[in-house]
């Protein structure tokens, strides 16, 4: 199994990113996928989520209207587009699936990360 995130750089406050997370290793559309970030001296927070079929959608209030989240079952890839930036949006970004199905609930995968920074 692996989860590979890309996309992070450093960007300007009020710029935009698109991280991707390309999934191998585990059947893609039966795993609800996540958007987490970590910054410095902080615990892990959830940013965004997006169901298996892409149905549904929900995010942290810190980021809501100004981060997408949506995934190409096909290329069994998630994005998460992030627009509007501030500082305090700068992190390690991670990349999560955790099983939708009762075959595969207890199955629970992380990325290595990816990191954004905010800055002028």
């Known amino acids: 199994v692996q989860l590979v995130e890309s996309g992070g750089g450093v960007v300007q406050p009020g710029g935009s990113l698109r991280l991707s997370c390309a999934a191998s290793?585990?059947?893609?559309?039966?795993?609800?996928m996540r958007w987490y970030r970590q910054a410095p001296g902080k615990g892990r927070e959830l940013v965004a989520g997006?169901?298996?079929?892409?149905?549904?959608?929900n995010f942290a209030d810190s980021v809501k209207g100004r981060f997408t989240i949506s995934r190409d079952n096909a290329k069994n890839t998630v994005f998460l587009q992030m627009n509007s930036l501030k500082p305090e949006d700068t992190a390690v970004y991670y990349c999560?699936?955790?099983?939708?199905?009762?075959?595969?609930?207890?199955?629970?995968?992380w990325g290595q990360g990816t990191q954004v920074t905010v800055s002028s």
């Open positions: 999560n699936a955790i099983g939708e199905t009762i075959a595969t609930m207890t199955k629970n995968y």
């Open positions: 290793g585990f059947i893609f559309s039966s795993y609800i």
């Open positions: 997006i169901t298996g079929d892409g149905g549904i959608t």
